[in-house]
T-cell receptor, first 116, second 114 residues
């Protein structure tokens, strides 16, 4: 399995500002993913982050709003830009390829973002 | 495209009674199925998975799930519910034949009443 940490664990931000969320894994992993969980909702995939290439975004998510970095095999960041109250969600980092099962995904504890 | 349906928003069960949380899926290839649990203010915890082999899969905390290919279902079960099982449960699927990430159902909130 993998141990995943996220920073910050929670934040309250003003409308129009940006927040960068960090995800650190204790082992090298091939695939990293960013999910959003809006209040009372399920998890929605924002993008897949591969080291050495641009992130692949899902329908409805764009790089200008959610820029992602993946500088190495253990770290990734997600920025939520020009925030509005609709961006209030839990943002979760997930990794794949960290254990014996190459397709099993592990999740970080999440970052709870509130935009006022 | 792959998808997951969890038809129940909420399941209520008395402590000690058996519980079932329903899940059906749709994939174009072979399914790779998961159950995760989310406790308040905590991340997702892995419960169990099915990829191949025995249709009855046993997981953490006494949970099990049965893969039914003809009904495209993967219901989560536990013979005797505990109050501490109260949480939000997510079913998820990915297409085993493709390099696709997990797709989640909307979640089912389980409430076990003492």
């Amino acid at each position: 399995s993998a141990v995943i940490s996220q920073k910050p664990s929670r934040d309250i931000c003003q409308r129009g500002t940006s927040l960068t969320i960090q995800c650190q894994v204790d082992s090298q992993v091939t695939m990293m993913f960013w999910y959003r969980q809006q209040p009372g909702q399920s998890l929605t995939l924002i993008a897949t982050a591969n080291q050495g290439s641009e992130a692949t975004y899902e329908s409805g998510f764009v790089i200008d709003k959610f820029p992602i970095s993946r500088p190495n095999l253990t770290f990734s960041t997600l920025t939520v830009s020009n925030m509005s109250p609709e961006d209030s969600s839990i943002y979760l980092c997930s990794v794949e390829g960290a254990g014996a099962d190459p397709y099993e995904q592990y999740f970080g504890p999440g970052t709870r973002l509130t935009v006022t | 495209a792959q998808s997951v349906a969890q038809p129940e928003d909420q399941v209520n069960v008395a402590e000690g009674n058996p519980l079932t949380v329903k899940c059906t899926y749709s994939v174009s290839g072979n399914p790779y199925l998961f159950w995760y649990v989310q406790y308040p203010n905590r991340g997702l915890q892995f419960l169990l998975k099915y990829i191949t082999g025995d249709n009855l899969v046993k997981g953490s905390y006494g949970f099990e799930a049965e893969f039914n290919k003809s009904q495209t279902s993967f219901h989560l079960k536990k013979p005797s519910a505990l109050v501490s099982d109260s949480a939000l449960y997510f079913c998820a699927v990915r297409d085993f034949s493709g390099n696709t990430p997990l797709v989640f159902g909307k979640g089912t909130r389980l409430s076990v009443i003492a």
